[in-house]
């Protein structure tokens, strides 16, 4: 071997190696290289299988053709792979009858007597060996440390690509993270200013519905009002959910417990046609999450499987433990390790296509025809499940069903044991009608629609009402009150908001009841104190029975002049 020529040649590759010469060419040329620099009359890069069990003939020279790219060698005890990965680097004579393994029918063919061999290593595991045969001269000391040279280029660039390959996932990832972030922000504050209207709406509408007798040819049409009204107020819901506004009502429980409890509703939602399989593991570890709104999830997957299988099929509901040792790269997200719940819900029905699958948390993306789908649900079941702080996936293909993976995180045990489920949604039982009262209140809210129509209906109900526009201006009006029994206040207003209000006035009057209304999640929990004393919270869109009932909820039984101290609130 030629010194000078081997220097020139180290020097070049590793040229080549820093311009943007493919990967595979480079491998090429490398071990082509190798073996004229050498006077070989075989070379190979052995790359190692991901799971180290096979060493693939990726690259090379000599051989004759249908080796490159195709032949694999076994990696098991003594074998010639084992021993090659094993060898930082060696010089091997007399191969055929080496102690340590048999020649593999490849290397034999081709008559190999000698070898060169370097290992290349990555991070974790080796990359793989670049190896020379039958050296023409006595194999020397100088061929072995060239090889050295050309496999720790060959090794920095598989490495560098591995490298980019990651960036460029990253980079889609965080795309798509930032694509779903911004449909998330737009939904919301979508949701926000109509739960206003949907609010007013819906108010006048009931308020219509009692002035109007049965016979009353209008009340018919106030009645489709009404029912429009209610549709909106569910979009509403639906959006506010999958943007994440919505307020949980997170307690522990168990998971199987909530599959339980909808079963039989499942059963009845997907028909006859189609079977209902639950696998619930045993043991399984709690979860902190709110139980109706993992129902809505399951419902939500059921009928999207259910339309999905026309013909009838299996839609089958699994339950297990799962820790990860190690995140998972997802497409469009990192999996933190980590306990986990998992909950995979999977049809045999029609499955989805690339583009239905990358879009299908989008809100308002459905295939279905017009009248059948809002494209809503698995937006909300994505807002759920990310509220919750867990992670969905979506495994599909065309025509092979679908399988939905959600992982919720395992609910620290010290927070305390699971919650029973509540009863099942038909067995609760009926809700009283809503009480009339005659405390004093005071109400802000800065939208003139939303203020008016609480008003009329709390006073409507008894109750003497006193309204201001915004915090400052209900100081004012409490300054001129006596008796005030309870605060019904905005959570965001202009110039001071209803915690900053409440605060306020509870100083001065500490048996001052509250209750926030908001029509976003955030604003409640960003004074998530004032909500844990014991202020009471409710969500925009509501119908004014919710209100009138939680008025009274928080007021307690009817109308005692004076409470005593303490008394719980
Ligand atoms: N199990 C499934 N099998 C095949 N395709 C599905 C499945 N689940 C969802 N999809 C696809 O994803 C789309 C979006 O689903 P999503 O639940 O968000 O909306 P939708 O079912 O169309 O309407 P909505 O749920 O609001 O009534 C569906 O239109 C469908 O194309
Ligand atoms: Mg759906």
Redesign the pocket.
């Known amino acids: 071997m030629d010194p000078a020529r081997a220097l020139k040649t180290v020097a070049e590759f590793g040229a080549r190696a820093l311009s943007s010469t493919p990967l595979p060419e480079l491998l090429d040329t490398g071990a082509q290289l190798a073996r004229e620099v050498t006077e070989s009359q075989y070379a190979v890069f052995f790359e190692r299988s991901p799971g180290g069990d096979a060493l693939l003939m990726r690259a090379g020279g000599g051989w004759r053709p249908g080796v490159i790219g195709r032949v694999s060698l076994s990696t098991g005890a003594g074998s010639f792979g084992r021993y090659v990965l094993q060898q930082p680097s060696r010089l091997v004579g007399a191969l055929p009858s080496h102690p340590d393994f048999g020649v593999p029918a490849v290397l034999r063919e081709h008559a190999v007597e000698s070898m060169a061999c370097v290992r290349l290593d990555g991070l974790v595991h080796p990359l793989g060996t670049l190896a020379l045969f039958n050296l023409r001269d006595e194999p020397g000391p100088d061929a072995l440390i060239f090889l050295q040279a050309i496999g720790n280029v060959v090794a920095t660039a598989i490495l560098r690509q591995v490298t980019e390959e990651g960036l460029l996932q990253s980079q889609i990832r965080l795309q798509s993270v930032q694509k779903m972030e911004a449909i998330g922000r737009l939904a919301g504050g979508i949701a926000h200013d109509f739960n206003n209207l949907v609010q007013a709406i819906g108010g006048y509408t009931e308020i219509l519905l009692r002035h109007l007798t049965e016979g009353d040819p209008l009340r018919r049409n106030a009645e489709e009002i009404k029912k429009a009204g209610d549709r909106a107020a569910a979009l509403t819901r639906q959006l506010l959910a999958f943007s994440r506004q919505q307020v949980l009502q997170p307690s522990v429980l168990d998971l199987n417990g909530v599959v339980h409890h909808v079963e039989q509703l499942l059963i009845r939602l997907i028909g006859a046609d189609i079977h209902l399989r639950t696998y619930l593991s045993e043991e399984l570890w709690p979860i902190k999450a709110d139980a109706v709104q993992l129902e809505q999830v399951l419902m939500?997957l059921a009928?999207?499987?259910r339309?999905?299988m026309h013909g009838g099929g299996v839609l089958t509901i699994e339950t297990a433990n799962v820790e990860l040792t190690r995140s998972i790269d997802g497409e469009a997200f990192v999996v933190v390790a980590g306990p986990y719940v998992l909950l995979a819900v999977t049809?045999t029905?029609?499955?989805?296509n690339a583009e239905?699958k990358a879009r299908?948390f989008e809100p308002f993306?459905?295939?279905?025809p017009p009248g059948q789908?809002?494209?809503?649900?698995?937006?909300m079941v994505y807002g759920i499940v990310k509220q919750s702080g867990g992670y969905i996936w979506v495994d599909?293909e065309l025509g092979a069903g679908?399988r939905i993976r959600i992982y919720l995180p395992r609910a620290d045990s010290a927070a305390g044991h699971p919650a029973p489920i509540a009863p099942a949604l038909e067995a609760l039982p009926p809700v009283p009608p809503p009480a009339h009262g005659s405390e004093t209140l005071l109400l802000v809210e800065d939208e003139a629609g939303v203020r008016e129509l609480i008003h009329e209906w709390l006073a409507g109900h008894g109750y003497t009402v006193h309204a201001a526009e915004d915090g400052v201006q209900a100081l004012d009006v409490a300054e001129r009150l006596d008796a005030l029994d309870l605060l019904v206040a905005d959570v965001v207003m202009p110039t001071m908001g209803g915690p900053a209000l409440a605060k306020r006035l509870l100083q001065s009057r500490p048996d001052l009841k509250v209750i926030f209304v908001s029509g976003y999640a955030d604003e409640a929990i960003g004074d998530r104190r004032m909500l844990e004393d014991g202020a009471a919270f409710l969500q925009k869109p509501f119908t004014l029975d919710d209100l009138l009932r939680k008025v009274r909820e928080v007021l307690g039984e009817q109308a005692p002049p004076s409470r005593a101290p303490g008394e719980p609130r």
């Open positions: 939500n009928v999207n499987a339309d999905a049809d029905g029609a499955g989805m239905t299908a993306f459905t295939t279905k789908g809002t494209g809503l649900g698995l937006s599909s679908t």
